[in-house]
Nanobody
Framework: VQLQASGGGLVQAGGSLRLSCAAS????????MAWFRQAPGKEREFVAG????????SYADSVKGRFTISRDNAKNTVTLQMNNLKPEDTAVYFC?????????????????WGQGTQVTVSS
């Protein structure tokens, strides 16, 4: 599976961005999908995850109530809607896919990773 993330950019605090992850090479229908992010000088961290059906989601505490993950298996895409953005959300955002083996969606390893898309939130 090849994953291509897009939608990043520069936005003021309080603004919104919508990230998209387009998959190719194989359907993502059977995979758990997630978004991770990595800020400069920090380790990569889990942001949000979604089950293969879309019926179950999980979020990092820092983004709960502000971010929403969704998926469209027919279009082979995953989306992260980010509202009320804060400067601390500034990071490179990555989408990832894995075969679900039980446990938390935040648990690595993930099988496939896309290239990152930069999100910068100015204060």
């Amino acid at each position: 599976v090849q994953l291509q993330a897009s939608g990043g950019g520069l936005v003021q605090a309080g603004g919104s961005l919508r990230l998209s992850c387009a998959a190719s090479g194989r359907t993502i229908r059977s995979y758990v999908m997630a978004w991770f992010r990595q800020a400069p000088g920090k380790e990569r961290e889990f942001v949000a995850g979604i089950s293969w059906s879309g019926g179950s989601t999980s979020y990092a505490d820092s983004v709960k109530g502000r971010f929403t993950i969704s998926r469209d298996n027919a279009k082979n895409t995953v989306t992260l809607q980010m509202n009320n953005l804060k400067p601390e959300d500034t990071a490179v955002y990555f989408c990832a896919a894995k075969t679900y083996r039980g446990g938390s969606y935040s648990t690595t390893p993930y099988d496939y990773w896309g290239q990152g898309t930069q999100v910068t939130v100015s204060s």
